[in-house]
């Protein structure tokens, strides 16, 4: 027993370890993801889509965010918090799908140019709030809406996750450009 207890000792700390346990020196030559700096390419086909179709129903949109890198994240998580401001965010740079180019968030735009966040407002006179019609709109292109979440609600919020969970997504996967949403 003893016997067999030193020559795993002598493998683990030898160069024939990775014949009996390839990975780690393997996993340390993969070279990481490109950083992500602009909407998937999926997502931004979808935030276009999204904008033509609610303007078909009547009603003007505006994308006020996308891609967001994790200063930026941090810079928003601090506000209402360390800086002057409303909370906004619960989660710091690195947690969010916006640094992962895989939300977007948006507002209402009025005829007279005033950009708004009311969810009761119906600017196309059809007796629905628009901000709701808008949301409809984006689950049936394979958003999923932050004002569905049980918690922090977060009614401009539209992201595709494309099934990757923040951790995946930190561990460097990414979704294929081609990828349908989930």
Known sequence: MMLLSLAGLIVLHSPAKERFWPGDEARDNVPP???????????????????QLTSKAGITILVTDGFRSSLEQDVLYEQGRTAKGQVVT??????????????I????????G???WDMKYDGN?????????????????????????????????????????????KRGKRPPNDASPK
Not at 33 to 51: F, Q, R
């Open 33 to 51: 993801p490109p950083p992500v700096t602009s909407l998937h390419p999926v997502v931004a086909a979808k935030m276009m889509e999204l904008i």
């Open 90 to 103: 619960n989660v710091k740079g690195g947690a969010s799908y916006h640094n992962y180019g895989l939300a």
């Open 105 to 112: 968030d948006f507002a209402l735009r009025t005829p007279k």
């Open 114 to 116: 005033d950009v708004i």
């Open 125 to 169: 006179h059809n007796g629905k709030a628009d901000w709701l019609e808008v949301a409809g709109i984006a689950k049936t292109l394979g958003f999923t809406w932050g004002g569905d979440w049980k918690s922090f609600k977060d009614y401009p919020h539209l992201q595709m996750d494309f099934g990757y969970s923040i951790s995946e997504l």
